[in-house]
């Protein structure tokens, strides 16, 4: 089952939203799959489950990416089964969304750690095999939020993904010429945890403020990240790009 020639995928933050459309949109198109998950062990094996009939190796790992020696046991894991990763997907991310006067420097701190520090972390103990092989693929998963969408409710997520978009341009430096590191910044993207939790009100002026009018769905985030892990995107390095539907004003 383990022995392949097909490139192999790590998503985390895998099991659900954005991450499983990403899971399942990479799978489809014939890579194995390694879906990281922390809380979502459900879903995460549901999504191998209805996956697996594909014929790729889809399997998936619970892993805090914020702890350097829980990510090192991860790879290590994949390497023993599939291989070394050829293409990392970070979009693990945290979002505790609490007012302004209830948050604290600990919830600052914690969005920092998985956001940034885990992102750094899954790349670094990559970048062995993808220089070894002379190819790989990364791609950050950001948000409008750290561009210019900005709320003060969640200022240290928007923070962190602006920290995102710098880390790109630095780990493209760094994995140059063999890896291309990219960011993908998705606008208001109409996924599960993404629009509970707001008024009616507010969700209306939100959407005016996009140029197609809609909300964006998890699946035109997941197609842009197909084409830049591929072939054709060889040329594609060191780019932020939008998939916000035309969003502008915040």
């Known amino acids: 089952l383990f022995s392949t020639m097909r ?5 985390t933050g895998g099991a659900k939203g954005i991450g499983a459309a990403i899971v399942r949109e990479l799978a489809n198109a014939g890579y194995d799959v390694v879906i990281n998950y922390l809380t979502s062990k459900e879903k995460a094996e549901a999504l191998v489950k209805e996956l697996s009939p594909l014929g790729v ?10 702890k350097e020696e829980e990510v090192d046991k991860m790879i290590s894991f994949i390497e023993s089964k599939l291989g070394t990763v050829d293409i990392l997907i970070n979009n693990a991310a945290v979002d505790l969304s609490k007012l302004w006067n209830e948050k604290t420097s600990d919830d600052f701190r914690k969005t920092l750690d998985v956001n940034v520090v885990g992102a750094y972390n899954v790349a670094r103990r990559v970048k062995k095999g993808m220089i070894d092989k002379k190819w790989g693929r990364i791609i950050n998963i950001s948000s409008t939020n750290g561009i210019n969408s900005y709320y003060p409710v969640c200022l ?9 978009i710098s880390l790109t341009h630095n780990l493209a430096i760094e994995f140059a010429p063999y890896a291309n590191v990219n960011a993908v910044a998705p606008g208001f993207i109409g996924t599960e945890s993404e629009l509970e939790g707001y008024d009616e009100e507010f969700l209306k002026s939100e959407q005016e403020k996009i140029l197609v009018g809609r909300y964006g769905k998890p699946e035109e985030v997941a197609h842009l990240v197909k084409f830049l892990v591929s072939d054709e995107a060889e040329y594609i390095n060191n780019s932020v790009l939008r998939v916000d539907g035309g969003q502008y004003g915040a």
């Open 7 to 11: 490139k192999i995928a790590l998503v």
């Open 57 to 66: 190796n889809v399997f998936s790992y619970q892993c805090d990416v914020s």
């Open 156 to 164: 240290e997520y928007d923070a962190s993904k602006a920290a995102l």
